[in-house]
């Protein structure tokens, strides 16, 4: 009897094991546990759901990002040694913030910030040095992206929604605060398809919602060229578009990614590129009046948090945990024609932050910029010393945690086709709750 009782003891502790991994398994593909790598990566969105916004903060000088591998099979594109020809220098500190600052950007005459605990704030274009600005709106939840429209501001947040805002000019606004205009998905959005069974998509194992709904933290925003339509990526795997006419929702492809998706950026063309934690970019474009997948691009070994695309549209910039900077172009008409899952092709690597890559900016057709764990910017200027090659023209060290956003401007007032030079402004969002403004004098040639 002992030995009976003692088998059947030994099998129940078995299937108890067995059935804590099968939990633990579920609870890794519902994106439940946290994973190993902090806040800055956005490799998975669980990190933000079971943390709140100072653990996040504190966590993002974590030294697992350093622990993502390199990409030893891409050829490097970039010079180790830096231009001394260019200028550089942090003209203004700007400090206000009490979250740290997640969002950036560019109007006419303002700059506006979006923080963690939903604030976001407008500042002049070229502030005082101590200047706080001011608080113009708040929502919810924090603020994930940014993307201005005419007279209308419209944010991204954790929360799940989108807002836009009323932009009051300065000259007359005396401290009151933008109007938020519409909530996406708007109300009418929502009551049409409250009722209809076929509007009611999965999102969760045994949960479902209506197609207009993000369920999870909106993470990035982008406008298309005519500024007709508005796109939005989600943590909850898809992307939506919106008519901007009205902000109604008139398309959302599901389970695009296999994970969160952290970056989206629309060409002049049209094509549309995702980044997600999935380790893949993909590639939509419009065919139909529906977008289609056209191409799936899997170079990077880790979480893509950054993409950004030339102006023309013929190169894409990935940034990734694994320290790296990709550099994608175009195939010309008749390269591979057989295969149309191609689209671009990686042509070689920017190497030199130490941390993850959190950001890009582009600022001309051959003028690149990343941000970094390493709490460090980098000035990426193509053809300087080779044809087809990257200088390191600066390294912008200032800020004591993170970059996690930027936001750049050329002035054509301050260039110079004489002196070869041109100027910009770069703005630096950073998880030590500080903005920087940067001017940099760049060589033209």
Known sequence: KQSIFTNHDHSRQQQNKHKTKLSISRSRTMGLLPCSCPLPCNKTRSECQTKSTNLQSESSTSSSLLSQPSLPLVPSLSFLRRSSNVDHQCLATLKGHSSYVSSLALSEE????????????????????????????????????????????????HDHKIRVWKIIDESSRRDQKYKCVATLPTVNDR?????????????????????????????????????????SASWDRSFKIWRTSDFKC????????????????????????????????????????????????????????????????????????????????????????????????????????????????????DLVLSGSADNSLRVWKRGLMEKEGYSCLAALEGHTKPVKCLAVLVSDSDSDSNSGYYSCMVYSGSLDLSVKVWNLRVPSV
């Open 191 to 231: 009551f049409t398809s409250l009722f209809s069974r076929k509007s009611y998509v999965e999102v969760r194992r045994h949960k479902k919602c209506t197609w207009v709904h993000h369920v999870d933290a909106v993470s990035s925003l982008a406008l298309s060229l005519d500024g007709s339509l508005l796109y």
């Open 110 to 157: 303002s700059l506006f910030t979006g923080s963690s605990n939903g604030e976001i704030r407008v500042w002049p274009r070229e502030p005082p040095e101590y200047s706080t600005g001011s608080i113009v709106a708040a929502g919810n939840g924090g603020v994930k992206s940014l993307v201005i429209l005419g007279d209308k501001l419209i944010s991204a947040h």
């Open 250 to 365: 008139l398309e959302s492809l599901e389970k695009a990614h296999d994970d969160a998706i952290n970056a989206t950026v629309v060409s002049r063309d049209g094509f549309v590129y995702t980044g997600s934690a999935d380790k893949k970019i993909k590639v939509w474009n419009k065919k139909d009046k529906r977008h289609s997948l056209v191409a799936t691009l899997t170079k990077h070994l880790s979480a893509v948090n950054a993409l950004a695309v030339s102006e023309d549209g013929k190169i894409l910039y990935s940034g990734a945990c694994d320290r790296s900077i990709l550099v994608w172009e175009r195939l010309r008409n008749g390269d591979d024609d057989d295969d149309e899952e191609l689209h671009m092709s990686v042509v070689g690597a920017l190497r030199g932050h130490t941390k993850a890559i959190l950001c890009l900016a582009v600022a001309s057709a």
